[in-house]
T-cell receptor
């Protein structure tokens, strides 16, 4: 099992540019989560999908952030336009159990730097 | 979600048991206690969870007090690879993940 796959692992961009982060969950998992981690705010849940449907996006910081899950094996988190305060490590996680804060398997993360 | 309180940091000698405490005095009856850890530059890793009974798996043991207001994660034989930030999280197991955070956790340093 390859685990949760995220790409790119590192992204450096300039303020105002569009950024797209990608995630491939573990095959067969029903739930997918996007988190953001910073020194100031720790690890925060941004959005959660269940069976490809967004269930709770209350953690998404503002309209510049959007997430999609077009199928069970792929999800994207897009920031448009990006700002320096978006610099963080973004983690994707998947869970085999529907709608539960249970055993979540995290990807290696994408380190985003916005200049 | 109930708030948790953990010590900022702890040290443990290699080969000895590491006991990591967590206070969750406002926990409600349907909230579970979860433990995750995050090794430097990696994503968090699930360790164990429980409701009211003590739990054990291949990684650790979880001891929950009878009043459920505190718990202890035990790593029976700590190794250098167990050096990580350990997060204690209290959550309701529902269909809605809600706006959850992992808190600051305890930085465990295992020393040779």
């Amino acid at each position: 099992d390859a685990g949760v796959i995220q790409s790119p692992r590192h992204e450096v961009t300039e303020m105002g540019q569009e950024v797209t982060l990608r995630c491939k969950p573990i095959s067969g998992h029903n739930s997918l989560f996007w988190y953001r981690q910073t020194m100031m705010r720790g690890l925060e849940l941004l959005i959660y999908f269940n069976n490809n449907v967004p269930i709770d996006d209350s953690g998404m910081p503002e309209d510049r952030f959007s997430a999609k899950m077009p199928n069970a094996s792929f999800s994207t988190l897009k920031i448009q336009p990006s700002e320096p305060r978006d610099s963080a490590v973004y983690f994707c996680a998947s869970s085999p159990k529907e709608g539960r804060f249970n055993e979540q398997f995290f990807g290696p993360g994408t380190r985003l730097t916005v200049l | 979600d109930a708030k948790t309180t953990q010590p900022t940091s702890m040290d443990c000698a290699e080969g000895r048991a590491a006991n990591l405490p967590c206070n969750h005095s406002t926990i409600s009856g349907n909230e579970y206690v979860y433990w995750y850890r995050q090794i430097h530059s990696q994503g968090p890793q699930y360790i164990i969870h429980g409701l009211k009974n003590n739990e054990t798996n291949e990684m650790a043991s979880l001891i929950i007090t009878e009043d459920r207001k505190s718990s202890t994660l035990i790593l029976p034989h700590a190794t250098l690879r167990d050096t990580a930030v350990y997060y204690c999280i209290v959550r309701v197991v529902t269909t809605n993940a809600g706006k959850s955070t992992f808190g600051d956790g305890t930085t465990l340093t295992v020393k040779p």
